[in-house]
């Protein structure tokens, strides 16, 4: 059922491609896989089963990560597509992205990272080195965001089965009585590490304008972690 086409056929009338009803083998509901084939319409379908409502402009943002994902992925479960959803609908709004990272690890030395970053419009690069991978990324992200947060708690977890799962990955930080939690979910664990630590920082910075000085104002700054 993977093919768009025959998902899309399906979706607008079952008895075109199934020869049968789920319920006629003890299944409740139809259930259709997805992949990197799957289009529009049976992504809409499938968050409406797992209870996401999306406008037009919503499933195209969500649909252009699912096809990222799914490219990665043979298959796309549920629980991917429910990570998926909570990821974008936490980075709507954040002054804090990460564009693009590369790292280099191995037993030959320390581990480096170049992080490529979008703070409030522009980008920015920067790299450092440390021990491991995780270690290295954070290090790069400190040096383009400057904070004396501590990191409480750093928490990997697969979303599915396989060695294509996605990872899902919490980081806990702390600073000045402040706490946030952040997370984020990729098939690479670093990727999916460095991008809780920035949704981590997103949700210290709007802490911070709501706790500190001018705390009424709606616009914040990254330059307020420094």
């Known amino acids: 059922h993977e093919s768009g086409i025959h998902q899309d056929g399906v979706l607008k009338n079952v008895e075109t491609f199934e020869i049968m009803r789920p319920e006629d083998v ?18 809409r379908d499938k ?20 096809k990222e994902l799914a490219d990665r992925k043979k298959e796309v ?5 429910v990570a998926l959803m909570r990821i974008t609908e936490d980075a709507e ?16 030395g320390p581990a480096e990272a170049t992080v490529e970053m979008e703070i409030d419009g522009a980008d920015v690069t920067a790299t450092a080195q440390g021990d491991g991978p995780v270690d290295a990324s954070f290090k790069a992200i ?5 904070n004396e947060a501590r990191l409480q708690l750093y ?14 990955v919490s980081v806990r930080l702390e600073e000045d009585g402040r706490i946030v939690t952040g997370q984020s979910a990729n098939t690479d664990t670093v990727v999916a590490s460095a991008m809780a630590y920035v949704h981590a920082l997103n949700r210290l910075l709007v802490r911070r304008a709501k706790t500190g000085p001018g705390a009424d104002r709606r616009e914040v700054s990254y330059k307020e972690l420094s």
């Open 77 to 81: 479960y549920d629980d991917d597509v």
């Open 26 to 43: 003890g299944l409740s509901s139809n259930s259709l896989p997805l992949g990197k084939h799957s289009g529009r319409a049976a992504l």
């Open 155 to 168: 928490q990997v977890h697969a979303v599915t089965e396989g060695t294509d799962a996605q990872a899902t």
């Open 47 to 66: 968050l409406k089963t797992l209870g996401f409502e999306v406008g037009d402009n919503q499933l195209k943002d969500v649909f252009v990560r699912f």
């Open 142 to 146: 400190r040096k383009l965001v400057p």
């Open 93 to 108: 709004n954040d002054n804090l992205k990460i564009v693009s990272m590369r790292v280099v690890c191995g037993t030959g």
